[in-house]
């Protein structure tokens, strides 16, 4: 009696176009919604470049999920049982759009901001992400128990729907974001949605026809071995490295120029192209190039990150991305050189998001909290370079060679710190670069090169700790503060940039009653003291301001002769720096009981009463960032509701990578208000004595408004451009004010050396 074989029906032309529009448009979705959202939340925390480490960190853990549940479905029910349940789940999605803040998420608590940031997103977007994160895997599982002649590996739909999230990711700050406003954008997404959810449903109507009818005929790979526990944490661990070095470049790039989108989305797409290309049939990318590749890129990165080797902004993102982008290659090449049969594909999906998931959360939320400084980024990098094949302990005389090499190096680097600047930064170029040289020889042995890279990032934190520098962290950046090396100014920095400085008096000279001199931005002759000079002699009695961003307290020492000030802060860390009078004393000398208003300006200053103030001075940055929803048309609707009758809106806008003097002039202009901008040629500037030139922008009613500044020298009457779109809530062109810093040539804010 013979055996009769197993019914398989003919698959449908239409399934491979089916299943790849699917993957493609969820996979679209899923990562469009990403740069946009997060957009949308940035205002509820002053646009700090933290909401998007800890947005990545949520988007991870829903990954997560939506992978475990994939596995899940497919390991424990059948296939039409698993069509109708997600079917079920995407439509209980859609009945939660349109994208928007659930309510109850309005103002965020002064501790914690990160865990209250999650719980918004899981809120408000929490259950549409997870059901498209669900759909990569279960369709690519699907698409392995139809009777294509490609269902016997899936893995290139995993290509395909990573072509799907690289080109919304690249499109969003390219053509979305700039010619689609906010409210249009999550409309049109929710439409995609209910197209998704059709496509779903066809997806399970074709694997329906096409499917084996005998359910152990599947593929040809019943035998394949599950991967082992070593696979899994292989797997992991191979993701979670360039997860985390995502969140840390992303971070570093973003801090000296703005939270926006555009520095968002070039690193993810990058890390999903990886993607694209590693599994691939044919890679464009050889493996073998990616590993030759990363540890040159990775000496040259070492050399720009510990000598400063150029100024210019866009090569040093440019050498961060590439060295990202090949130490990703190499992590996800190796991975895919990994994978196993297409029978354990969801197993494997849940474990590689698994260790992206570690990767996000080790390096947005777990190193701020534990590191005074941005550490987890150089030793993200030596870690990609442990994840190169051939991994091993140095044998014989190599191990005594490099370790004897590494001791005398130290030994070579301290005994240099006693001698003068000049020969110390020599010394130190020299054995640095004398060591990359050696480990670049050494290529191919990942543990030698990543030895070499780890020491030398330490050994550049050691040499240039200094003992009389404090650096701190909190949500929204890396706090220092530090005295110079003679001894005569204190100063604080966010990031790279000055956001204070006070002169150190002699501690044998009698203080007496003298008050600190403001220095830096707001030292006498200043754009900035000019306007509240200004002010002052408008109104014609003692006024009333406010300031947004405390800085060291500075301006407090502005508020004399029955004026008043009120202070603005979002960060719980600097109140406590310049009130922390064995650091400044402008604050517990000129204005100690001066109110500090503590959260984002937007939210609190909207508390105050309207016309409360004859001045505004919008002075916040996040290192040499300046928020954007701090300069937006509802932003300065806000302001002049605040303001006087005859009171005045104050921006300072110095910045080395930004052109804003016209989003002021035309955000103003939107408001019905005039504009005057300086642009440097403050009196009295002098690099040496920490006083500052700067660009300021001065926003009134009317010209009898602007008192003294209507008649001082280089005080233009500024009007917006009207070839620009005013920027918004739901609308910035960070590209276009990018490209105007390059044309042109205005006054650059004072970075550290």
């Known amino acids: 009696m013979t055996e009769t074989a197993p019914s398989v029906r ?52 829903m990954l997560l999920g939506g992978y475990a549940y994939a596995h899940l479905l497919t390991r424990f029910l059948t296939f039409r049982i698993a069509i109708a349940v997600q079917v079920v789940l995407l439509i209980a999605a859609a009945l939660t759009l349109p994208l928007a803040i659930r309510s109850g998420w309005g103002r965020p608590p002064e501790q914690g901001e990160a865990i209250w940031l999650i719980g918004l997103f899981a809120a408000s977007i929490g259950l549409p992400f997870f059901a498209l994160s669900a759909n990569g895997p279960l369709l690519q599982a699907w698409f392995s128990r139809t009777a294509h002649p490609a269902a016997n590996n899936p893995y290139f739909l995993y ?70 526990l070593r696979d899994a944490v292989t797997f992991m661990a191979l993701a979670a490295v360039p997860s985390g070095l995502l969140v840390a470049v992303t971070a570093h790039i973003s801090t000296d120029v ?73 992590c996800h090449g190796e991975l895919a050189r990994r994978r196993p049969a297409p029978r354990h594909l969801t197993a494997f999906y849940m474990w590689m998001s698994a260790g992206g998931m570690v990767g996000g959360l080790g390096a947005g939320l777990i ?73 670049l020889t050494q290529w191919k042995k990942p543990l030698i090169i990543a030895a070499v890279v780890a020491f030398i990032f330490i050994a550049d934190r050691v040499y240039n700790e200094e003992s009389d520098t404090e650096t701190m962290r909190s949500f929204f950046g890396v706090l220092t503060v530090r005295q110079d090396d003679d001894d005569r100014f204190r100063t604080l920095l966010h990031g790279t940039t000055i956001h204070g400085a006070e002169r150190i008096r002699d501690p044998d000279e009698d203080e007496g009653d003298d008050l600190p001199e403001p220095l830096t931005y707001y030292h006498d002759g200043s754009n900035l003291v000019a306007t509240i000079n200004a002010a002052r002699a408008r109104a014609g009695h003692p006024i009333k301001f406010a300031v947004i961003g405390l800085g060291a307290g500075s301006l407090a ?97 110095s910045n080395r990578h930004l052109e804003l003097a016209s989003v002021a002039a035309g955000i103003a202009q939107a408001n019905g208000l005039s504009t005057r901008i300086k642009d440097g040629r403050d009196e009295g500037a002098d690099d040496e004595e920490n006083k500052y030139t700067s660009t300021v922008a001065a926003a009134a009613r009317s010209e009898a408004d602007f008192g003294d500044l209507a008649t001082s020298d280089g005080w233009t009457v500024t009007q917006g451009d009207p070839a620009q779109w005013v920027w918004t809530d739901d609308y910035s062109n960070i590209v276009d004010a990018m490209l105007r810093k390059l044309e042109r040539k205005p006054v650059t804010s004072k970075t550290t050396e």
């Open 557 to 653: 020492c502005r508020a004399q002769d029955g004026n008043t000030v009120t202070f603005y802060e979002i960060d719980p860390l600097v109140v406590r720096i310049a009130r922390d009078s064995d650091r400044f004393t402008f604050l517990s000398k000129c204005a100690p009981d001066a109110p500090i208003v503590v959260g984002d300006a937007r939210l609190t200053l909207a508390d105050a009463p309207d016309g409360a103030y004859d001045l505004i001075i919008v002075d916040a940055f996040s290192s040499d960032a300046i928020p954007i929803h701090l300069m937006t048309r509802e932003a300065m609707a806000l302001y002049v509701r605040k303001l006087s009758p005859n009171g005045m809106v104050v921006m300072h806008l």
């Open 10 to 61: 003919s698959p449908s032309p239409a399934l491979l176009p089916v299943y790849g529009a699917a993957i493609f448009l969820s996979a679209a979705l899923l990562f469009a919604v990403q740069p946009m959202f997060t957009k949308m939340v940035l205002p509820r925390l002053g646009g700090s470049p933290s909401v998007w480490s800890v947005a990545m960190v949520f988007f991870q853990a």
């Open 258 to 330: 703005a939270a926006v989108p555009l520095l968002w989305v070039v690193p993810l797409a990058l890390y999903l192209l990886t993607f694209v290309i590693v599994f691939s049939t044919r890679p464009i990318i050889p493996h073998r190039l990616a590993l030759a590749l990363q540890p040159f890129l990775v000496a040259a990165l070492v050399a720009v990150l510990v000598f400063d080797v150029t100024d210019s902004i866009i090569l040093q993102i440019v050498l961060h991305l590439v060295t990202f982008f090949v130490s990703a290659l190499v």
């Open 159 to 228: 290509a395909a729907s990573n072509i799907g999230s690289f080109l919304a990711l690249i499109s969003y700050p390219i053509l979305v974001e700039p010619l689609v406003r906010l409210g249009d954008q999550t409309r049109a997404w929710s439409a995609g949605f209910v197209i998704l959810i059709a496509l779903i449903a066809a997806c399970g109507a074709l694997l329906w026809r096409s499917a084996p009818e005998r359910t152990d005929d599947i593929s040809t790979d019943t035998d394949a071995p599950a991967p082992s």
């Open 367 to 439: 190193a701020p909290n534990v590191f005074s400084w941005v550490a987890e980024y150089p030793i993200l990098i030596a870690l990609a370079l442990l994840c190169r094949p051939g991994l091993a302990l140095p044998q014989g005389r190599a191990r005594v060679v490099w370790l004897a090499a590494l001791v005398l190096a130290a030994f070579v680097l301290l005994a240099s710190s006693d001698i003068g600047d000049y020969t110390d930064d020599a010394v130190q170029k020299i054995v640095v670069g004398a060591l990359l040289v050696a480990a």
